[in-house]
């Protein structure tokens, strides 16, 4: 019998969280609510950063893990997984500057940067649950080298 590794859901569970605490964040920042907004942003920042320390603990544990499925839906999953990888790679960088300009009260720059952060960073977190769920539980069990 086959079962996902343990960090590979911590993985989903933390990307998850994060995109729910970033929903609930710009859901606040419509309403005017600021510290709310302020609490969830916060909370999704350290998830996120919790999710990068597990995620980089386990891709050294693991290695690479092959995606099991085929025909139609292996092109569909890697252009999920490409964009995934790619705006991960923006996310930090973004999250970080917006988060600086907030903390500063630099507020006129932080919702500049913020309209690009967002849409970016919540991408990231939904479709690292949508690769998760492919890889491990849809197509898998993946292959592990």
Same mark, same amino acid.
């Given at each position: 019998?086959?079962?996902?590794?343990?960090?590979?859901?911590?993985?989903?569970?933390?990307?998850?969280?994060?995109?729910?605490?970033?929903? #609930?964040? %710009?859901?606040?920042? &419509?309403?005017? =609510?600021?510290?709310?907004?302020?609490?969830?942003? $916060?909370?999704?920042?350290?998830?996120?950063?919790?999710?990068?320390?597990?995620?980089?603990?386990?891709?050294?544990?693991?290695?690479?893990?092959?995606?099991?499925?085929?025909?139609?839906?292996?092109?569909?999953?890697?252009?999920?997984?490409?964009?995934?990888?790619?705006?991960?790679?923006?996310?930090?960088?973004? #999250?970080? %500057?917006?988060?600086? &300009?907030?903390? =500063?009260?630099?507020?006129?720059?932080?919702?500049? $940067?913020?309209?690009?952060?967002?849409?970016?960073?919540?991408?990231?977190?939904?479709?690292?649950?949508?690769?998760?769920?492919?890889?491990?539980?849809?197509?898998?069990?993946?292959?592990?080298?």
């Amino acid at each position: 019998m086959y079962s996902v590794p343990l960090l590979a859901t911590v993985n989903a569970v933390l990307n998850g969280i994060a995109a729910v605490f970033l929903a #609930a964040g %710009f859901y606040f920042i &419509r309403r005017r =609510r600021i510290a709310a907004h302020r609490a969830c942003m $916060i909370t999704a920042f350290g998830v996120s950063a919790v999710f990068l320390v597990c995620y980089i603990a386990y891709h050294l544990q693991v290695g690479d893990v092959r995606f099991q499925g085929h025909g139609a839906v292996r092109p569909l999953y890697f252009s999920i997984l490409i964009s995934h990888i790619i705006l991960a790679g923006l996310t930090l960088p973004l #999250a970080i %500057f917006t988060m600086a &300009r907030a903390l =500063r009260k630099r507020f006129d720059a932080h919702r500049r $940067i913020a309209r690009w952060t967002w849409p970016v960073w919540i991408y990231v977190s939904v479709t690292g649950v949508i690769v998760y769920l492919m890889v491990y539980h849809i197509y898998g069990p993946p292959l592990i080298r």
